[in-house]
């Protein structure tokens, strides 16, 4: 059954490599037979193309196409090494420049950033792309994940955005290649810190704070900070500017909202230190986030 539903799939999906989305002729249930065969697709040259011509989708208002399709389907052949080498760097170069066009809708960036952090993963599990490649993607995540202004999260009957979630995603996957040295470590965390507790003052309630958090534990993890450099970055944070203390958070919703922003990392962070690190990443990190809790009420 399962192979059926394959060939079925790749009947109708065969034209997938035209410019539009969903391709020009081929229907949900096309696209739901595809789905429950588990994306396979046994022509190669035909996956690629559909990879390729799926990025279209990634703006889509359809959150079953752009989310359910478009991201599963690029995600799965990544994770199972299914596109070649000349997909990947089509990928690489396109979804880089999607996340600074402007979507209206605002979809396409946000979802760029989160399947480039699945083709950073592929460059980690086995490494394609050249260090000034590697080096451009710690640039443009860097630049993306400081850059969002738009933090809306899930809404009912459209779906995802979640830019700030799915950026910190992509900076959590590069963080992870030992490829990445110091500076570019640097260059991701200063990223981090800058949506920690943005000026915008939204009060994140879709799981930021947390995916925020995971992506700092995993560059603290590579130990090439030490703990009084971790120590005044938390310091940093802990500054509760533009208010003048932090008792002056109690007095608007903004401030409210900076507050409620910056525990939340904070104590996300310290959950995943003091539960998953070893002893040298808890000697390193515990003190500055002990610190930086207690300073703020």
Known sequence: MRRSAAL???TLWSGAALASCPPAGHDA???GALKAAGFA????STRNALAL???DCLADPDPQLRDGIAYEALSTWMRESKLDAATLQSLRARLTAMLQAPDPRGFAPPFAALVLSELARTDR???????AQRDALVTDAAGYLSGVRDYRGFIDGQGWRHGVAHGADL????ALNPKLDRAQLARLREAVAVQVAPAANPSYVHGESMRLARAAYYIAQRGLHDTADWDAWFARLATPAPLPGWDAAFLSEAGLARRHD?????TALYVLVQEHGDEALRARLLPGLRATLKAVP
Do not use: P, Y
């Open 262 to 266: 910056t525990v939340a990392f904070m």
């Open 53 to 55: 011509a799926l990025l």
């Open 171 to 174: 900076v959590l996957q590069l």
């Open 29 to 31: 249930g096309a696209r």
């Open 41 to 44: 697709i046994e022509t190669a």
């Open 125 to 131: 599990i086995a490494a394609w792309m050249s260090d």
């Open 8 to 10: 079925l799939a790749l």
